[in-house]
């Protein structure tokens, strides 16, 4: 008799089998249903842990790095009421939320581990503008991609966000946000001028730079995943250029040396108007200039500093033109995705990213590489295989007109932030750790060279040693201060997050 209770227990638990996994139901998912049914109807927006097609498709992970997360529940809240009743059955249940946008966390911290219910913003689409004050509201639940192209069509209006299209506005606007335009317009927190959230309490607050303004400060680079769930934003807009010019300069690895040493002394002190990016990938070093102003004079000035024999192309195009094309370059998305012309920047949706196994280490410098150092990324240049790639992301500008403590992104005043990216199809352990050990050499490399110390808070990295360090430096014991004041018990946590 109790062999048979204890097998229709064991039933009664079982859901399916997902990835190879086989799928038992938690106990508390009933309890955590009950209760927000109880506060209202959200039976339609709860999605438990099971074989379902809606249960895989928001379980959707891009990022193939093992193992495969299975939470407990998706819930697809409607507006910040729906977001603070979660938190209260959550707190009082004992129950983890983990807030998820876009779903590129690189370690997949949105989707917890499976006692985790996952709250999904991607209904909170709300898009507003005024053209008066020049600002956006914008709910938690865009992509960056779908934003930028929508704020051009409704208002003719941009603002700093990042590059890849299918990353979410609330990850990204929360940990930093480098975009094109960045040395122009700042980094994504620099535009922001309030937000909605839900925190620890229950309580719904609008932090700004008069209310609640230490959480106003800490979520402008802290991460929003510390102090609670960010249902909108309000970012600062600017009329959007009508033409942009797009420029770029390629050169072989013969010739890295005086390349990149002229790039490193040139991009981050070129004027503010021009971003001036630089990436190493398949044995091609290329420069890629875009200037807002439409005119390519910035970008001849910019070809007079580097050796002559680049390839050298350079083109004024209109912005929604330009805007799809850096998507295009920057993205991988699945074979099924339409992406043709502009107008398809607004049907990416979450499972229109490839699914790769994607590792990237970053670091930040303060200091030029000598010779001898350029020498010796030359020999890891040549010796690097074609699915590890490097980026250098020019500072300077407007980034840099921002003190390290005006907002809790500390990473102000440096030259230039780089990182290496392996990318893979096939998730086992062969290709994690071919990817971890090309991209820790290049990152062991850095250290003898510019002898860094930060890292990127949104390329979050599990393998990193002292994070909290790299990610937030000086700024780490005033986030833990206010860590401590909005979510004195640390409900809201993950691996890497900040303590109290
Ligand atoms: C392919 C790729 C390209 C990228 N390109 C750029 C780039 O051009 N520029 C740049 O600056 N960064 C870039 N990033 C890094 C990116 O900014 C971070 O990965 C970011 O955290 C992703 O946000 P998300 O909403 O898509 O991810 P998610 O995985 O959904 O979330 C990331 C983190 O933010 C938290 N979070 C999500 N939503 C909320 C919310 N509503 N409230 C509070 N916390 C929340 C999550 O819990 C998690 O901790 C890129 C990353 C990848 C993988």
């Given at each position: 008799m109790e062999l048979l209770t204890g097998f229709l227990l064991f039933l009664s638990f079982f859901v399916g089998v997902s990835h190879g996994k086989i799928l038992f139901q938690d106990p508390n998912y009933e309890p955590f249903r009950n209760c927000l049914n109880r506060n209202g109807n959200f039976s339609s927006l709860i999605v438990g842990r099971s074989n379902s097609k809606a249960y895989q498709q928001l379980n959707?992970?891009?990022?193939?790095?093992?193992?495969f997360k299975t939470p407990m529940a998706f819930v697809l809240v409607r507006n910040s009421r729906d977001v603070q009743k979660l938190v209260r059955c959550g707190t009082e249940l004992g129950i983890h939320l983990m807030p998820k946008g876009g779903g590129h966390s690189l370690e997949k911290y949105?989707?917890?581990?499976?006692a985790t219910v996952v709250v999904d913003v991607?209904?909170?689409k709300i898009l507003k503008i005024n053209k008066v004050a020049m600002t956006a509201t914008v709910g938690?639940?865009?992509l960056i991609g779908p934003l930028n192209y929508a704020l051009w069509k409704t208002e003719k209006v941009y603002t700093a966000l990042g590059i890849?299209?299918?990353?979410g506005i609330s990850g990204i606007a929360t940990g930093g946000g480098y975009g094109i335009f960045s040395r122009t317009l700042g980094l994504t927190v620099d535009s922001t001028l309030e937000m909605k959230i839900v925190t620890a309490s229950g309580a719904i607050l609008r932090p700004n730079k008069r209310k609640h303004s230490d959480l106003f400060w800490a979520l402008r680079g802290g991460v929003g995943s510390n102090f609670g769930i960010v249902t909108q934003f309000v970012f600062k807009v600017h009329p959007a250029p009508e033409h942009v010019f797009y420029g770029t300069l390629s050169y072989s690895v013969s010739q890295f040396v005086e390349v990149f040493d002229a790039w490193q002394k040139y991009a981050p002190s070129?004027?503010?108007?021009i971003s001036a990016m630089a990436e190493f990938e398949n044995g091609t070093f290329d420069v890629h200039v875009s200037d807002p102003t439409g005119s390519g004079a910035n970008f001849e000035v910019l070809v007079k500093?580097?050796?002559?024999?680049g390839i050298k192309t350079g083109m004024r195009m209109t912005y929604p033109d330009h805007l799809f094309l850096i998507s295009k370059h920057f993205e991988y998305l699945t074979p099924a995705t339409k992406f043709d012309?502009?107008?398809?920047?607004?049907?990416?949706?979450?499972?229109?990213t490839l699914p790769l196994y994607q590792k990237r280490k970053s670091f930040y410098t303060n200091v030029e590489v000598g010779s001898l150092g350029l020498l010796a990324i030359k020999t890891f240049l040549e010796e690097m295989p074609d699915l590890v790639t490097l980026s250098f992301e020019a500072y300077g500008?407007?980034?840099?007109?921002?003190?390290?403590?005006?907002?809790?992104?500390?990473?102000?005043?440096?030259l230039y932030h780089t990182y290496v990216q392996y990318r893979g199809q096939t998730p086992n352990a062969t290709a994690e750790a071919f990817g971890r050990f090309w991209t820790t050499k290049y990152f062991e490399l850095g250290k003898t060279l510019v002898h860094h110390t930060e890292s990127y808070?949104?390329?979050?990295?599990?393998?990193?040693?002292n994070y909290l360090q790299r990610y937030y430096g000086s700024n780490l014991k005033k986030l833990m201060e206010v860590k401590r004041s909005y979510d004195p018990k640390n409900?809201?946590?993950?691996?890497?997050s900040i303590p109290t």
């Open positions: 959707f992970q891009w990022q193939r790095k093992p193992p949105a989707f917890g581990d499976s991607r209904k909170l938690a639940g865009w890849c299209p299918t990353v070129a004027p503010a108007s500093k580097f050796p002559r024999n012309s502009p107008p398809d920047l607004e049907n990416l949706v979450r499972g229109s500008g407007v980034i840099n007109s921002v003190a390290p403590g005006d907002t809790a992104y500390v990473h102000r005043g440096t808070q949104n390329y979050v990295d599990g393998t990193l040693p409900y809201f946590h993950f691996p890497q």
